[in-house]
């Protein structure tokens, strides 16, 4: 019994650390590699963006929907690495953000910066100018839905990053 | 040794049996009981639908954004249950659908029923009458975006169970 005794512990120890994932002990260098992947999202995070109305980081974008003659809504979902955003920009007939993964930011001309979580909703009014993207901790992945039928996007200035963390 | 050979694997195996979460053994006679939970989702399920423009199950309803002066558009998501489906309708602005769980059909007037899988998108263009709902064998999560500057939708005749499983 002494021997039993000594031997279960371990036998125990190392089951239970079999029953858990291997973390890979690899430097976070790349922001992107905390990203969650596409088989834990509905949607597949598409295209890398590659333009400059988006800084901060990088930016992925799946057109879901495009306006047509059957439905003026635009609707895709965009994906931020932390601290990516978009510029100032307003959208001539408003557009409707769906949160639906990790934590953003959403700031209106002459207001206050506000946090957006999974789950939440935002509506931007028409030719409001706004900006929104991660938070500086967390990627974020929005649903964006956009009428396209009084005209497209105005892209205006950088968001600096004093502006970005106040 | 020999006392040790006996016990190990009766250790090992009791560890192993709690590792995995415990299925409670109850009889799935209520449909809804397969539905996924509130916390699997971005978005909670909402209200039951207590209506007849819903047939064949049960139906649920989150408004997420209703339309108003800032934007046009309502954005809900809907779960239903297998079986459960809407009567024949049309939308006079058109309707977008992001399927985001289970299995759906989707019918317009004088074509062939199709289904609709987890993270496929549908059109259904302006006045077209047509049903959509849950397949026969699994539930269905969809978030529609229904333009209602041009009226509210128009609700028809029930989809009967030969329409429905044709």
């Not at 799946?62 to 690495?81: K, M, P, R, Y």
Request: contains cysteine; hydrophobic residues 35%; negative net charge.
């Amino acid at each position: 019994m002494k021997n039993l005794r000594k031997f279960i512990p371990l036998a125990i120890a190392t089951v239970v650390v079999a029953c858990h994932n291997s973390p890979l002990n690899t430097p976070d260098k790349d922001k992107s590699a905390s990203l969650p992947t596409d088989s834990e999202h509905v949607f597949a995070r598409g295209e890398k963006v590659n333009n400059p109305n988006f800084t901060g980081g990088a930016v992925w974008l799946n057109n879901l929907v495009n306006a047509d003659s059957l439905n003026q809504n635009a609707v895709g979902v965009v994906t931020f690495e932390a601290g990516a955003r978009t510029k100032w920009h307003t959208h001539p007939a408003g557009q409707i953000i769906l949160a639906v993964d990790g934590e953003g930011y959403y700031q209106e001309e002459g207001k206050e910066k506000v946090v957006v979580k999974k789950g939440e909703v935002m509506k931007c009014p028409a030719d409001v100018p706004h900006w929104h993207g991660a938070s500086a901790h967390s990627h974020f992945v929005q649903i964006a839905i956009t009428g396209r039928e009084k005209g497209e996007t105005v892209w205006l200035e950088e968001v600096n990053d004093e502006v970005y963390t106040k």
